[in-house]
């Protein structure tokens, strides 16, 4: 089974950026597509990024098009969300996600379906 543990969260002010990591660790023999989903306040998860098992084609919500940018670094076990030009809504825990099958190309739009997270999380704060 995998793990995984996500960092980099923090406070910023709007239009600041942010650089989260996800690391995993356990059984990370096989790659699989990756994601990120966000929880924020009065609002349910959102699959905001995903990104195919190369790290070559990703998806990304319309609410964060432009402003965030996932990518991976498959040496390492690690995936990134870079967040910029952040807004006050953006604000809540974000969440790193594994693809359920390796047959998960990555490219879509992710769902509770076809991906589940395994993190406590990281948060990321925006102030006005």
């Known amino acids: 089974q995998v793990q995984l543990v996500e960092s980099g969260g923090g406070s910023v002010q709007t239009g600041g950026s942010l650089r989260l990591s996800c690391a995993a660790s356990g059984d990370t023999s096989s790659i699989y597509a990756m994601a990120w989903a966000r929880q924020t306040p009065g609002k349910k998860l959102e699959w905001i990024s995903a990104i195919n098992s190369r790290g070559t084609r990703s998806y990304s919500a319309d609410s964060v098009k432009g402003r965030f940018t996932i990518s991976r670094d498959n040496a390492k076990n690690t995936l990134y969300l870079q967040l910029s030009s952040l807004k006050t809504d953006d604000a809540g825990m974000y969440y790193c996600?594994?693809?359920?099958?390796?047959?998960?190309?990555?490219?879509?739009?992710?769902?509770?379906?076809?991906?589940?997270?395994y993190g406590q999380g990281t948060k990321v704060t925006v102030s006005s």
């Open positions: 996600a594994k693809a359920i099958s390796m047959l998960e190309p990555g490219t879509g739009a992710p769902t509770p379906f076809t991906y589940q997270y």
